[in-house]
């Protein structure tokens, strides 16, 4: 047994080690003005780390593998980071599943409560949550979105809000493509396609019929010319009672 124990440790260390935060839009386009208005830049001092989501007027929704940055604050209304039209609000707290342990080991989920409420208006928006069961098809054209880079060798992230289409895969096939997977994830683009999240902003969000269904989490390498990977997103509909439990806590601490 304890030969076994340590096999299935040094394969999930292997696996491990091929994976990458998500972090940029690869073959995407400039998302229309006025369009997903509940993306979110959740920043540091220096600017733009992850992506992130707004769920109410005070919590954003981004990946637990972003929170050990020291994140100040975020910024909503305005697709390019470099215009000042826009709302910067500081962050009051993080919290991330107990038993997340790393990227790859699943529940790759972070709530951001803010210190003030957000002003929603034509410019910025909540989107919503899945209920607690979904049932995606597979090859079902979903949207991915992020400010990251926008092509494998530029550093340079992308002032503009970039999007692009990703299509649902099969859990089984990405299950057998990566040779195992964490629970609760959702499959979609980065194979056979050119299109995805190289990695796609972390803590973006993957939205199908206009619910945010996924948590952009990780690719493979920080290949972004797409190998046979699949991109992985957290599975939102599996944490909707942790998340309803943080937000209703956080609520009563007013």
């Not at 099969?170 to 056979?192: F, M, T």
Request: aromatic share 8%; glycine share 10%.
């Amino acid at each position: 047994m304890l030969g076994l124990q340590k096999f299935l440790l040094l394969h999930v260390l292997a696996w491990l080690g091929q994976l990458a935060h998500g972090s940029d839009i690869i073959h995407g386009e400039k998302a229309p003005e006025n369009s997903t208005q509940y993306m979110a830049s959740v920043q540091d001092n220096r600017g733009h780390v992850c992506g992130g989501f707004l769920i109410t007027e005070d919590f954003v929704v981004s990946a637990a593998h972003c929170y050990n940055w020291t994140l100040t604050h975020v910024v909503l209304g305005n697709h390019n980071l470099k215009n000042g039209n826009h709302q910067k609000i500081k962050i009051e707290n993080k919290t991330i599943p107990e038993n997340y342990k790393e990227v790859g080991c699943g529940n790759d989920i972070m709530l951001i409560k803010l210190l003030e409420k957000v002003q929603l208006n034509d410019r910025v928006q909540t989107i919503q949550l899945p209920p607690a069961e979904i049932n995606l098809q597979e090859n079902q054209v979903c949207q991915v979105a992020g400010w990251g880079k926008t092509k494998m060798d530029d550093n340079k992230p992308a002032d503009e809000l970039m999007v692009a289409n990703v299509s649902v895969i099969d859990k089984q096939v990405c299950k057998e493509l990566w040779g195992g997977l964490p629970a609760n994830v959702i499959c979609a683009g980065g194979y056979k396609t050119t299109k995805g999240f190289c990695q796609g902003d972390s803590g973006g969000p993957l939205v199908c019929d206009g619910l945010a269904v996924g948590v952009v989490s990780f690719n493979y390498k920080e290949n972004c010319s797409y190998p046979d990977k699949p991109n992985v997103y957290t599975d939102i509909s599996k944490y909707r009672q942790w998340i309803d439990k943080v937000v209703k806590s956080r609520k009563y601490e007013e």
